[in-house]
């Protein structure tokens, strides 16, 4: 058990407390090269988040078909269920032919009692779209989506990765409609991939929906792992995963530089001043870490009990300016 004073919060306006690291649990499983396709290493690093002081889990039914869910299910057997907060999704193929994917009614009736048997719970805490479905009417998911939390088979809805224009719209649509509302986001969030600075996120801050990033260190780019005129290391996620590599541009490195000279002055790592720079941020409730060795959980762990000053944080955004769409994602 990593010995760190774990601090929470209160997810966007509701309620829910939360710890301000979430794990996220799509690296177990065996869908990519890069995966911890270990079922008991993946159960004991989840066993040593909670013990840790994580009471927070995000993964998805698409997450290597299902397994992540099943080892997130066998993980938490033996703990107290009223403790945890169990977040999962629905959108990505979970087979083939049609009513298999998106945002219909019958393939989210479908999905979270699939989700509902792999989890082995009664309820989710935070059932989740994890994109926009530009062929469904976001009536007909919002509707789906209300009767789940009527029912108590789900507790608070959240959505991830959309425009600000489709976000806004879900959320005016639930008021309009008397349907429930989406209460938290879960966006691209981290020091190299800031575009929702002009995105999502002054939506969620003014309509009080919490935040939780996927991909804090960029894929393990602001790890600091990966060095600019050096080959990318054997066995790494860059060397199989385009998304890694990507950030290979000037400008980020350019960042990663300001976070390793950040780094140095407060005696953490690389990763560590990376979280710490998005716990920083008003907006931000709980960024989604994906260690896949007890090492790297520690890691990520001691980055809440970090403190950074506002010319350290300053000195990390100088390299980049938000941009919407982001170059690449448009």
Not at 183 to 203: F, G, I, K, S, T
Not at 213 to 222: D, N, T
Request: overall charge negative.
């Amino acid at each position: 058990m990593t010995d760190v004073d774990m601090a929470y919060t209160r997810l966007g306006r509701t309620g829910l407390e939360v710890s301000r690291l979430c794990l996220g649990c799509m690296n177990f499983g065996s869908a990519r090269e890069w995966m911890l396709d270990d079922r008991d290493r993946s159960i004991d690093l989840v066993r040593e988040a909670l013990d840790s002081g994580v009471n927070f889990l995000d993964t998805a039914n698409a997450y290597s078909r299902g397994e992540s869910e099943e080892i997130v299910g066998e993980a938490i057997e033996s703990y107290d269920r009223e403790e945890l907060v169990l977040a999962t999704k629905v959108y990505f193929p979970m087979g083939e032919g049609p009513n298999k994917s998106g945002l219909s009614r019958k393939h989210i009736l479908d999905q979270v009692e699939n989700s509902l048997d792999r989890l082995g719970t009664d309820y989710i805490d935070l059932y989740q779209i994890h994109r926009w479905d530009p062929d469904v009417e976001i009536e007909e998911t919002l509707s789906a989506l209300d009767s789940l939390v009527e029912s108590g088979k789900v507790r608070y809805l959240g959505a991830s990765t959309m425009s600000a224009y489709q976000f806004t719209r879900a959320l005016y649509t639930a008021d309009v409609e008397g349907y429930e509302r989406f209460a938290c986001m879960q966006p691209e969030y981290n020091a190299v991939d800031r575009h929702e600075e002009a995105n999502l996120l002054p939506v969620c801050a003014g309509e009080g929906v919490g935040v939780i990033p996927w991909s804090p260190l960029a894929g393990g780019f602001l790890a600091g792992k990966y060095d600019r005129d050096a080959e990318v290391p054997e066995g790494s996620r860059a060397e199989t995963d385009d998304y890694t590599e990507n950030r290979f541009t000037d400008e980020n490195w350019d960042v990663l530089d300001a976070v390793r000279e950040v780094a140095a002055e407060v005696d953490a790592t690389p990763a560590q001043v990376s979280l710490a720079w998005l716990l920083h941020k008003e907006v931000v409730d709980a960024p989604i870490v994906g260690p896949r060795t007890e090492r790297h959980l520690r890691e990520n762990l001691q980055a809440v009990e970090l403190d950074l000053t506002d010319e350290q944080l300053d000195r990390i955004e100088a390299p980049k300016t938000p941009r919407w769409p982001a170059p690449g994602k448009d």
